[in-house]
């Protein structure tokens, strides 16, 4: 008996004003999505995505290939498809950001809104601030390096 292909998602990701950020296929979208907002400084930029379900994962493959040679999202690049794709992968810049975290975390330790010992990590610092959760941790990270937090494992913690 011979098992069936895998069904695989191609997934379109866009920003408020319908820019295509991203092209990807999995056979399990929701669990990628929540990958993509723990690893992708762009991440709090997505509005909306649009699934369309193919056969099998070589099929979605394919259509992903077509997809970002025709389409031109702005955060894939030749990583997927190399050499020849002629735009090269673009950095999202998340400086502007990161510095707007840490001054407000800098505000917000000095109005002391958050207790001694209070555990920080990069999810609900990046709600707060409207920015994706790994441009909180860096940010974060940064105010560690600084001696304004303490950094314990995944978490940051305000000094006692």
Do not use: C
Not at 2 to 18: G, N, Q, V
Not at 43 to 56: F, G, K, M, P, T
Not at 102 to 131: E, H, I, N, T, W
């Amino acid at each position: 008996m011979s098992e069936l292909p895998e069904r695989t998602a191609l997934y379109r990701l866009y920003s408020p004003k319908s820019a295509l950020l991203y092209v990807g296929i999995s056979s399990y979208p929701d669990e990628r999505f929540k990958q993509h907002a723990g690893d992708k400084a762009w991440w709090h930029h997505v509005a909306r995505h649009e699934i369309v379900w193919l056969d099998s994962r070589e099929e979605a493959l394919k259509a992903e290939a077509e997809a970002m040679a025709e389409e031109r999202p702005l955060y894939n690049g030749y990583h997927h498809l190399g050499r020849g794709w002629p735009q090269k992968a673009r950095k999202y810049d998340d400086t502007a950001e990161r510095a707007a975290v840490r001054d407000g975390m800098r505000s917000a330790l000095g109005r002391g809104d958050y207790k001694p010992g209070a555990l920080l990590q990069g999810a609900p610092v990046g709600r707060q601030f409207g920015v994706s959760p790994l441009t909180a941790h860096h940010a974060l990270s940064e105010l560690a390096r600084e001696g304004i937090l303490v950094k314990r494992h995944q978490y940051f913690a305000v000094p006692k």
